[in-house]
């Protein structure tokens, strides 16, 4: 049976992960490559559940190591529901956000450490870690001066550009941890730019032909 190929976008919030999925799925449909978009936190039924807990503006109070079990727990049925059925039908999979942002938000910004988000993510870690990362390099600072400021309704976007910088430093030590795995895009140009850029990311690492 051939097995699927696993494509994460991440990257800061207002890195325009929205508009280059956008794109690739057009790509994907024009091209009648045989994908599923899914996203993270959410994905499945239950999951999508979990993210409007996670994500909810009134939830000011949660704990650091809440959110994170939190994103575990969704990512288990995410994996178990969605994920690992589309890649053992041969599918590839287009996930916005995966276990990167666990280790950039919830160990680095979030001071829970890697090997505390690794645990409880083992799961994921064990078995199904994508075949490629495609992380959009742009700082917190120019994402939401394009982004024009953080989203008053989303309770991580609300949590200030310290922390932001802080995510940003964590997705830079994974590119580093995982530089087989994490592409970095440039994104700072024209969109049309960007995605072509992922498109080329996508075909040197044998994902698309």
């Given at each position: 049976?051939?097995?699927?190929?696993?494509?994460?976008?991440?990257?800061?919030?207002?890195?325009?992960?929205?508009?280059?999925?956008?794109?690739?799925?057009?790509?994907?449909?024009?091209?009648?490559?045989?994908?599923?978009?899914?996203?993270?936190?959410?994905?499945?039924?239950?999951?999508e559940?979990?993210?409007?807990?996670?994500?909810?503006?009134?939830?000011?109070?949660?704990?650091?190591?809440?959110?994170?079990?939190?994103?575990?727990?969704?990512?288990?049925?995410?994996?178990?529901s969605?994920?690992?059925?589309?890649?053992?039908?041969?599918?590839?999979?287009?996930?916005?956000r995966?276990?990167?942002?666990?280790?950039?938000?919830?160990?680095?910004?979030?001071?829970?450490?890697?090997?505390?988000?690794?645990?409880?993510?083992?799961?994921?870690?064990?078995?199904?870690?994508?075949?490629?990362?495609?992380?959009?390099?742009?700082?917190?600072?120019?994402?939401?001066?394009?982004?024009?400021?953080?989203?008053?309704?989303?309770?991580?976007?609300?949590?200030?550009?310290?922390?932001?910088?802080?995510?940003?430093?964590?997705?830079?030590?994974?590119?580093?941890?995982?530089?087989?795995?994490?592409?970095?895009?440039?994104?700072?140009?024209?969109?049309?730019?960007?995605?072509?850029?992922?498109?080329?990311?996508?075909?040197?690492?044998?994902?698309?032909?």
């Amino acid at each position: 049976m051939k097995q699927g190929k696993f494509i994460t976008l991440e990257g800061c919030e207002g890195a325009g992960k929205s508009l280059q999925l956008k794109l690739l799925k057009e790509y994907f449909d024009k091209n009648s490559i045989d994908y599923i978009y899914t996203r993270e936190p959410g994905g499945a039924e239950i999951s999508e559940k979990i993210r409007a807990v996670i994500l909810d503006a009134n939830n000011k109070d949660m704990h650091p190591v809440t959110e994170a079990l939190l994103f575990a727990a969704a990512r288990v049925q995410h994996i178990e529901s969605v994920i690992l059925p589309a890649l053992k039908q041969g599918k590839i999979v287009l996930c916005d956000r995966y276990i990167d942002s666990s280790f950039a938000y919830q160990a680095y910004a979030g001071g829970l450490g890697y090997d505390y988000i690794a645990k409880i993510n083992d799961r994921a870690i064990t078995t199904c870690m994508p075949d490629i990362t495609l992380f959009l390099n742009i700082s917190p600072a120019d994402a939401f001066k394009r982004k024009g400021g953080a989203d008053a309704n989303d309770r991580i976007e609300q949590n200030g550009l310290v922390f932001h910088e802080k995510v940003y430093a964590g997705y830079l030590e994974m590119l580093k941890k995982s530089p087989e795995r994490i592409v970095a895009i440039d994104c700072m140009g024209e969109r049309k730019q960007t995605h072509l850029n992922i498109l080329s990311a996508l075909k040197e690492r044998g994902i698309i032909g």
